[in-house]
């Protein structure tokens, strides 16, 4: 149980917004192009960088040591556990 609310309790870090537009103007299309080229198109290297994107791989899960001890006992079929 003591597992469940240190889960529950958790709180994200802080987001901030991307780097990129979100807006179908040509502004924002220019923006985007400009934050590409910046980086030589590397589409992984932009959202790895920034922590606290909100576009960041996994920024709206739990990190899996808060939920192993949470999940540990849900192992459906007797399967080893997938790691995210």
């Known amino acids: 149980m003591a597992a469940i609310k240190d889960a529950r309790a958790w709180h994200p870090p802080p987001r901030f917004k991307p780097l990129f537009k979100f807006k179908l103007t040509e502004l924002a299309a220019r923006t985007n192009l400009e934050i590409l080229e910046l980086y030589n198109y590397d589409l992984q290297v932009i959202l790895l960088e920034d922590a606290h994107s909100l576009l960041r791989p996994g920024s709206e899960l739990r ?22």
Do not use: M
């Open 63 to 84: 990190p899996t040591a808060i939920l192993d001890p949470v999940l540990q006992s849900h192992n459906p079929c007797g399967r080893e556990p997938r790691r995210l």
